[in-house]
């Protein structure tokens, strides 16, 4: 019989304990993907793969919203939180995005930010992740609810169903890209909050298993559909899907084995929101040509951005914190 070597082991508990480490992990994995590698071969093919790190996001704040709800199912409070720790920075960071990227007057800063332009029919809107996180909080309770009942394998077929559908959606172009992006990823957001759901009951065996199934699944779908990713561009996001354990079991290693080395990724995980906005700004000034970045220096540039919008993000996330302790102390 094969030993697998101990550092290689994993237990489904490393998903909670974690959790700040796996979005410290993802967002440098986004800002890879966003600001790209060029030079540097290695760095180049990782960062390929960086869109990932958004299905890794939400299965931790499904899992994390899992443990909100079952500590306290109260409405009014759970929503209450949500939204102090959503919109007071993403309207911060949206004066800069709206007013000096985007050239927004008053009432379209409002419009975009309050995400309710996302999802208009003229499409008003800085990104997608937050407006889709909003309506994923929406509708928690109710998914949570159906996880803890008799109705979780009816949520399980309604993720499958999205995962399928999302793909014919994508192949006949009856979805934009920003939607197609939330919807294939509703799964990611229910499969965390089964993980929880597993933790919570004690049933880690079984959760290990529906990973091992997942990976297993995911290893046999993605190199049967990748390559046409060329002809259906969205399809190589939904392939990836499959190997959301197969990366959260990486990252978890890779913690548990750097140990201290990595310490900087958990308070980088608690910024991931004031860094995700930061890095949207200057990515929208690079997509748009506005910035650009000149190709003998491209991957020193790319390093030094992304290290940018980490300080930016620390720096707004501990202004943040403090304001709202002193606006809790009065």
């Not at 704040?61 to 109260?74: T, V």
């Not at 309770?141 to 009816?154: E, G, H, I, N, Q």
């Not at 000034?285 to 980490?310: E, K, R």
């Amino acid at each position: 019989m094969i030993q697998i070597p101990k550092v290689f082991t994993f237990r489904l508990e490393y998903l909670s304990t974690y959790r700040s480490e796996l979005m410290g992990w993802s967002i440098i994995w986004i800002m890879m993907l966003h600001f790209q590698f060029h030079i540097i071969k290695p760095l180049g093919f990782i960062s390929q793969y960086g869109f990932s790190g958004v299905e890794i996001f939400l299965f931790v704040s499904g899992l994390g919203i899992y443990y909100s709800l079952d500590k306290d199912a109260a409405l009014l409070p759970f929503y209450k939180k949500r939204f102090l720790r959503l919109f007071p920075v993403y309207y911060f960071i949206g004066i800069f995005a709206s007013f000096f990227v985007l050239h927004d007057d008053l009432f379209h800063y409002l419009y975009r930010f309050s995400t309710i332009g996302f999802w208009t029919q003229d499409k008003c809107f800085f990104e997608w992740y937050v407006p889709s996180l909003v309506m994923l909080y929406i509708a928690a309770p109710l998914m949570k609810k159906m996880v803890d009942s008799r109705y979780r394998l009816a949520l399980a077929i309604i993720a499958v169903s999205i995962l399928v559908g999302s793909y014919f959606l994508a192949e006949y172009q009856s979805i934009d890209r920003e939607h197609f992006f939330f919807v294939y990823r509703i799964p990611a957001f229910i499969f965390g909050m089964y993980c929880a759901r597993q933790l919570k009951h004690n049933m880690t065996s079984s959760g290990i298993a529906m990973f091992l199934f997942l990976a297993l699944a995911g290893m046999v779908i993605f190199p049967i559909f990748f390559p046409r990713h060329h002809v259906i561009y969205e399809f190589k996001y939904y392939s990836l899907f499959f190997l959301l354990p197969v990366f959260l079991y990486l990252f978890c290693i890779l913690t548990k084995m750097l140990g201290k080395v990595v310490c900087p990724l958990k308070s980088i995980g608690q910024a991931s929101l004031e860094i995700y906005l930061v890095q949207a700004i200057l990515f929208s000034l690079t997509t748009t040509g506005i910035l650009q970045f000149p190709t003998a220096w491209h991957d020193l540039i790319t390093i030094a951005a992304i290290v940018l919008c980490v300080l930016a993000g620390l720096l707004i996330h501990s202004i943040t914190n403090h304001l709202k302790h002193y606006a809790a102390k009065r």
